[in-house]
């Protein structure tokens, strides 16, 4: 089955979140005919919307970024004709209504502030990395930064660390809490606006 939709999201940890939201929603994403991409980097994105359109113009194209990698998106819409430059830059509300979600600040900060940091605390401690965590909390630069912010370190400071907690964070949010930006998104790949 080809894909009608194809969401693409700057690396694996939103990939995995996406597939683990979408599977707790019972929603079937290769049924749906949706593909989540990891591009690897957010830059690449001009690329990508390139490589696709060029497969498929009718093809609906959505994706996740984070807030400050903005201008990447914008660019990369730029590119394939869908923004033009002249007109200025719009708001974010224009992007959503073309697909594109940003999260603020970025994926782990949206799961961590809908679960909670002392939730994600547990989901540490439940994978044995509470001890590891608390010398990383003891470090100089860490020592006064909020749980949040400490747990977000955490994630970004291990190889596969993103991959992992986003697939326990997505696993363990409420379906009510889930943040607004990966709902829309999910939607928006259903053909939900």
């Not at 697909?99 to 782990?108: H, N, P």
């Not at 547990?122 to 930064?145: E, I, M, N, W, Y």
């Amino acid at each position: 089955m080809t894909s009608e939709a194809v969401v693409l999201v700057e690396g694996v940890s939103d990939q995995v979140a996406l597939e683990v939201l979408a599977r707790r929603r019972q929603m079937d994403l290769t049924a749906a005919g949706v593909t989540v991409v990891a591009m690897h980097g957010i830059t690449n994105i001009g690329h990508f919307l390139a490589r696709f359109r060029a497969v498929d113009p009718e093809l609906r194209i959505t994706g996740l970024y984070d807030e400050a990698e903005e201008r990447f998106v914008l660019r990369g819409l730029e590119q394939v004709g869908l923004v033009n430059p002249a007109a200025g830059v719009e708001d974010r509300a224009w992007l959503e209504s073309l697909g594109f979600f940003g999260c603020s600040a970025d994926l782990e900060d949206e799961l961590i502030r809908a679960l909670g940091p002392e939730a994600v605390e547990c989901l540490v401690a439940a994978q044995g990395q509470l001890r590891s965590f608390r010398t990383l909390q003891k470090q100089p630069a860490l020592r006064d930064r909020s749980l949040h912010d400490q747990l977000r370190r955490l994630m970004g400071g291990r190889s596969g660390g993103k991959e992992r907690y986003a697939a326990l964070m997505a696993e363990a949010v409420d379906p009510e809490q889930v943040p607004r930006p990966l709902a829309r998104v999910l939607a928006c790949a259903s053909g939900d606006r």
